[in-house]
């Protein structure tokens, strides 16, 4: 990797602004910028403390690019650890373009993307691991996906997850030490000790593990299948919510054939809803197409709202409100059946339309529904707290780590696996050199995570996904 160059990029959104900010990183990027540069009181670049603003103009030769406020970092005292100029300019795409222009002429190069902070993961200023929190933090768009980065930036999941890879390093040092004196018979590790490090670092990896579902879905945002017969205000409770027309709403049984999907947040957490096909026998294709949908709407879902219409039979005997009591509550277990790993939540729509006596039927025999009018705002409240109730958001204040990268439950996948085939190793008592091969296999995934042991294709993929400028 080229890294002893001098790079530039727009670190602001493109297009017209009150102001754009270019940055330049690299050893020669005060020096590149001293000549074009020209202060207002005649004062010099390179004579200037870290952390310095200057106002001057950008110039190429005797032209008057724009009037600009530079911004000096010295090294190590920057983002990348090497000098860095930033220019604040007027945000014209003209002014930021002639200005991009003059510098690449002058010896800078157009940084690739996530190049500034590679830069800083290269020269230690972070590790791998709060990089990648870099580009989440700038991706965020709710409180709990902030919350999570900025956390991970912070470095408390770095911290922990290197305290426990520095642990089983020091038993590595020792088991390979044993390997030195393998003739002698000695042992330096205390078996013991070492048992009980290997059932910490185990505990913590399946911690962090089990989190991974819980992260994931704050900083995707949480998937919610609304799913039901046809006509029970599916489509009517997905615009309540989204305070606006996106389903159509009609009579006619089937209307919906597609999924429908939009988000809200609520405090602070992104939903994102998903309108289904009702499920009921048809011999239309199109709506069986739709249905087939639905369930593969409600397997991708984190929450399913199963939802019916307590009014349909409001005016019925009280067999024919049994029976159809009977028939949902089948509806329902078959849900369960078929989704056992995820929160189903009962809604009993149109609670307004049915008289007193048959609500209290539908009451007693579905306890846990959430009985509401779709077209009610105070019962999109009652909703929308309850989803609220639902997700434990509770885990963001507890002051421990949540895994929410992929790359990052992969490794900790590996380093679990690795950590269980030592225990095996010892439960067995197999020789310590085979002991230390799954010790080094594990040290590696934990590394992984931080950038201890990395290469380049894995910094080229990660980087890769980053905006320019950052």
């Known amino acids: 990797m080229i890294v002893n160059d001098t790079i530039i990029a727009l670190a602001t959104p493109q297009g017209a602004g009150a102001i754009a900010v270019l940055r330049i990183s690299g050893e020669a990027a005060i020096q590149l910028t001293e000549p074009l540069f020209r202060s207002i009181k005649g004062k010099k670049l390179a004579s200037q403390n870290t952390h310095t603003l200057l106002l001057g103009h950008i110039v190429d030769q005797k032209r008057v690019i724009d009037q600009v406020l530079v911004s000096i970092f010295k090294n190590p005292h920057s983002y990348t650890g090497e000098n860095v100029v930033e220019i604040s300019c007027h945000g014209s795409p003209y002014i930021q373009q002639e200005i991009l222009q003059l510098f690449v002429k002058n010896g800078c190069r157009l940084a690739d993307p996530g190049e500034f902070t590679l830069r800083a993961f290269l020269n230690g200023k972070l590790d791998l691991s709060q990089a990648e929190a870099v ?48 003739e002698e018979d000695v042992e330096f590790a205390d078996r013991d000790a070492f048992q009980s490090l290997i059932h910490k670092i185990s505990k913590v990896l399946k911690r962090l593990i089990e989190s991974f579902a819980f992260g994931n879905v704050l900083k995707n945002g949480i998937p919610v299948a609304i799913i039901g017969e046809p006509n029970v205000g599916k489509s009517t409770l997905l615009n309540s919510l989204l305070n606006e027309d996106k389903a159509i709403v009609s009579d006619i049984a089937g209307t919906t054939r597609d999924t429908i999907e939009d988000e809200i947040t609520l405090n602070g957490v992104t939903y994102r809803f998903i309108d289904t096909a009702g499920i009921r026998e048809t011999q239309d294709l199109i709506e069986n197409i739709g249905i087939k949908k639905t369930y593969e709407a ?132 197999i020789s310590s050199d085979l002991i230390a091969i799954d010790i080094r296999e594990a040290l590696e995934h934990l590394g992984s995570i931080t950038g201890k042991v990395t290469n380049e294709d894995l910094l080229g993929n990660i980087f890769a996904n980053f905006c320019i400028g950052k």
């Open 298 to 429: 409600s397997a991708k879902a984190q929450l399913i709202l199963f939802l019916f219409d307590v009014s349909r039979l409001q005016n019925t005997s009280d067999e024919d409100v049994q029976e159809h009591i009977t028939n949902l509550q089948t509806e329902i277990d078959k849900i369960h059946h078929k989704f056992p790993d995820k929160k189903i939540r009962v809604v009993a729509n149109k609670a307004d339309l049915i008289t007193p006596e048959n609500l209290e039927k539908f009451k007693k025999a579905f306890e846990q529904a959430l009985f509401i009018s779709a077209k009610d705002p105070s019962g999109i409240e009652l909703l929308k707290k309850e989803l609220t109730n639902l997700i434990n958001t509770g885990s963001l204040s507890n002051n421990q780590n949540i895994v929410s990268n992929s790359r990052h439950f992969e490794a900790l996948n590996l380093a679990l696996k690795a950590i269980n085939s030592v225990q095996e190793g010892l439960d067995q008592g």
């Open 135 to 182: 580009a989440d933090l700038i991706a965020s768009d709710s409180k709990a996906s902030h919350q999570l980065a900025i956390e991970q930036m912070r470095g408390g999941f770095s911290s922990e997850i290197e305290a426990l890879r520095q642990e089983l390093l020091n038993f590595a040092s020792l088991i390979e030490l044993e390997l030195d004196f393998s």
